[in-house]
């Protein structure tokens, strides 16, 4: 049974760092997405890595997080530096396999998601 656990959330100070974490197991999949839901807004795609090397950035986050994935552990990280208080949401990892051409965004809807994570960031 395909399940995506993540972890690494909590509260910081604006400007602090924070690493989630995305543990998947039970299913193959090439492309993986971090999406976030803050209070009273819509769901939100902040970045993916399709193929453990080809990524994509929302413009809110570009140049502040890093998406990477580490094969050995089945897992996909969010590295969130320079953290601001509209950062602060509920992130949800999503997983699924993309057919040949077919891009790896947050348009793609995607089969498996994990519990959520909630990060808050203070001012």
């Known amino acids: 049974q395909a399940q995506l656990v993540e972890s690494g959330g909590g509260s910081v100070q604006t400007g602090g760092s924070l690493r989630l974490s995305c543990a998947a197991s039970?299913?193959?999949?090439?492309?993986v997405a971090w999406f976030r839901q803050a209070p009273g807004k819509e769901r939100e795609g902040v970045a993916t890595?399709?193929?453990?090397?080809?990524?994509y950035y929302a413009d809110s986050v570009k140049g502040r997080f890093t998406i990477s994935q580490d094969n050995t552990k089945n897992t996909v990280y969010l590295q969130m530096n320079s953290l601001k208080p509209e950062d602060t949401a509920v992130f949800y990892c999503a997983a699924d396999w993309v057919p040949f051409g077919v891009s790896c965004t947050p348009l793609w809807g995607y089969t498996y998601w994990g519990q959520g994570t909630r990060v808050t960031v203070s001012s």
């Open positions: 890595i399709y193929d453990s090397s080809r990524t």
């Open positions: 039970g299913y193959t999949y090439n492309c």
